[in-house]
């Protein structure tokens, strides 16, 4: 992949029932889905009318605490990455590993436990997995969310390990500040502390044309609305869920 290292270029879902979760997020979002071909593995591509966004697998008995989307960080080199992270406090939950034809790859966790992971893809072609909001962007993640204990820290070592930058925030009272995060010039999401209740980690949100009419079929699907749509800055409306095996996920999008 020809990604500037430190952009987000994969996203995956690992759930007890990929079946379900397919005909929920086909339904909800609008992907496709199709077989990655990976021989003895059920590996399945999501793609938006453009291009593939995500991966969906059955998650490995006795992994995690449940079901969960992973994001994907690209790097230049997926082993040094991995020796900076755990020189910085993180650890390796797989390490470095080749697949054939699609790249290297890690999954690791940041010095608070946040699981991610590190690739370097074969491909030739950028990964759009990730797209800004705006045109074109319906069907792709358009924001990263990292939730962690102590913000300080993390924006420490994301800084160290990928070279983000801070611009900006909005104060959030108790939580602290919600900052803006920066890959080179590209805003991708913000970093804020854990809410009441909530647990630290990484929320993906994915375009749809309709927050509305994804809401409703959320609903109708066997999904729960953790936050009902609201306003966000620029005028589209965001809004938090979980699907029906758990997996939280965030959607943006216009009202209409």
Known sequence: MTNKHGEWVWFELLTPDPDAAQSFYENVVGWTAKSSGMPGMDY?????????????????????????????????DVDDSVAKIEGAGGTTHMPATTMPGVGRMAMVADPQGVPFYVMRGESDEASTAFKQSGEGSVGHAVWCELSAPNPDKALDFYRG????????GMPMGELGDY??????????????????GGAPGWQFYFHVPDIDAAAERIGSGGGTIVQEPM???GGDYALVARDPQGAGFGLVGPRK
């Open 179 to 196: 900052r803006f995060l920066q890959a080179g010039d590209v805003g991708f999401g913000a970093l804020m502390g854990v809410v009441p």
């Open 231 to 233: 306003e966000i800055p």
């Open 161 to 168: 390990a990928f070279g983000w930058g801070q611009e900006g």
């Open 44 to 76: 399945r591509l999501l793609s938006a009318g453009d291009g593939e966004v995500a991966g969906l697998m059955k998650q490995p008995d006795g992994m995690g605490d449940g079901p969960t989307w992973l994001g994907y960080i690209g790097v230049d």
